[in-house]
């Protein structure tokens, strides 16, 4: 139930409908010599009905509708220009129910030829002995007019009760009941009068854009350095946010508490109110996971929080918790090794330059902490920044493997760690496996592929099994041709 949305005549329709006031109104006077039946109709003297008394009451009958349909008329013009506050349903419901009993009030005025007076004193106190034997209907009624003409709730709105995590999504909304949706899809029917007492925020009017506000806490033994620490759960967020647009720009993390020999880490954080709580959390720690283990940082769990043991944080450690998703996933566990322990660290900051378009280079980088962006020249000279590069993600392969210069230029976004690996790490894999070299190139000519891929056609197999031999030749030719 949409409850902006309500009946109205066309406006023909509705044309016709005024018309045939007059029309009637003059028919009367041919017929009964008065263009206003109830003139020579008194119900006080002569309760017999007879065909004046029906003409009258159809008089007045089709006065109350046309009064009433160019209410509804009205209505709709003024909704059709205001998209966002519109008259809702209940308001119109309202507006005709007074139409129609202001009508019949007259009516029975004009025809019983009754003093207004009397009239007036005898509804007022009919009108105060139904007011109190229907006041809690009516007070859910006037409650849900509030709601809906102050706009405090609409349909699909979210709302958060305050002392309450969970979440709310409006439903329904009628002239007594508002109907909410919890986070298990149950429908919750509450009397309106009762909502309109509750503290509550209508996440969904908010004048920005924002989000159901959530929570989760992560402790840490105090070994850890609190300032890298901070950075890190800033960069997962920002890590989070740039892969699911349903988190929002307002989060913060901090220190919350010291307990014994550990810090208890915070991070306030906004999200699409659709998700749950938990869905939501969930995100968050695979994100924070994701990041600390690109750090080389080992996490162990415990049933109550989590702990995160600083173990080893030197090249060696962050790379073996992050190659598994890059081209070395080739290499076997003792190759992996190998390569690890000659692994640099190289440190940047925020606006340093770490890879420059068209240089010679040969190396490769996993980054470990921080994040990057990625540019390329645009129209007129100005750089056009294309991609975003997070911790666990690596840059500069191609030119370690062909020694191709580089594509674009890659700068840090934030202060991190890369992990480097050069040609001279990899020549003596290479020579001992030459199998690696297809291997690597199968994932190379993958990679390539959905980079450059423009449609939804997939590579025919005889193109990229080209593809493959070419970077064989290529990578080949690079490690092993005479200096």
Not at 130 to 144: C, G, K
Not at 294 to 299: F, K, L, P, R, V
Not at 369 to 378: Q, R
Not at 423 to 441: V, Y
């Amino acid at each position: 139930m949409i409850h902006h949305k309500f009946f109205s005549l066309p406006k023909p329709i509705l044309a016709i409908l005024l018309v045939s006031n007059i029309v009637f109104a003059w028919w009367l006077h041919e017929k009964i010599g008065s263009y206003w039946g109830w003139t020579v109709v008194d119900l006080s003297k002569d309760l017999s009905i007879n065909l004046s008394t029906l003409l009258a009451v159809l008089q007045f009958a089709l006065f109350g509708v046309s009064v009433d349909m160019s209410m509804r008329a009205f209505v709709v013009s003024i909704n059709s220009k205001l998209k966002v506050f519109q008259v809702p349903a209940i308001t119109v419901m309202a507006m005709t129910i007074g139409i129609y009993g202001i009508v019949g009030l007259l009516g029975f005025i004009l025809l019983y030829d009754h003093s207004l007076s009397h009239i007036l004193a005898a509804a007022g106190a009919v009108g105060i002995g139904a007011a109190y034997a229907f006041r809690e209907p009516i007070s859910d009624i006037t409650a849900s007019m509030q709601i809906q003409t102050d706009h405090l709730a609409s349909i699909n709105d979210y709302i958060e009760i305050v002392g309450d995590k969970d979440v709310y999504k409006v439903t329904q909304i009628d002239h007594r009941m508002i109907t909410l949706e919890d986070k298990y899809h149950f429908l919750l029917r509450i009397p309106t009068r009762q909502f309109l007492n509750w503290k509550y925020i209508n996440i969904s009017k908010q004048p920005s854009k924002r989000g159901a506000k959530r929570r989760c806490t992560f402790t840490l033994t105090t070994h850890n350095d609190t300032n890298r620490v901070l950075s890190i759960l800033n960069n997962a967020m920002q890590y989070l946010r740039a892969k699911d647009d349903r988190f929002y720009a307002g989060y913060s993390c901090e220190v919350e508490s010291v307990t014994g020999g550990a810090f208890t880490y915070g991070i306030c954080y906004e999200c699409h109110p659709s998700m749950s709580h938990y869905a939501s959390n969930h995100l968050v720690n695979e994100a924070v996971l994701h990041i600390f283990n690109a750090a080389g940082i080992n996490i162990n769990s415990d049933i109550a929080i989590y702990n995160y043991i600083p173990i080893a944080t030197d090249a060696k450690r962050r790379l073996l918790d992050i190659y598994r998703s890059s081209i070395l996933k080739v290499l076997d566990d003792h190759q992996i090794q190998q390569l690890a322990a000659n692994a640099n660290l190289v440190r940047f900051e925020a606006g340093d330059q770490v890879i420059t378009l068209g240089e010679h280079a040969q190396s490769m980088y996993f980054i470990s902490e921080g994040h990057l962006e990625v540019g390329i020249p645009g129209k007129e000279g100005k750089e056009l920044i294309v991609a975003s590069l997070w911790p666990g993600d690596c840059v500069g392969e191609m030119s370690l493997l062909t020694g191709e210069p580089r594509s674009a230029n890659v700068y840090g976004k934030s202060s991190g760690v890369l992990l480097e690996i050069t040609k001279e790490n990899l020549s003596p894999f290479f020579e001992a496996s030459p199998q690696l070299i297809e291997k690597i190139s199968q994932l190379l000519a993958d990679r390539k592929s959905k980079n450059e891929k423009a449609g939804s056609t997939e590579d025919d197999p005889a193109s990229r099994l080209t593809r493959v031999k070419v970077l064989a030749q290529k990578i080949l030719k690079f490690f092993f041709s005479a200096d």
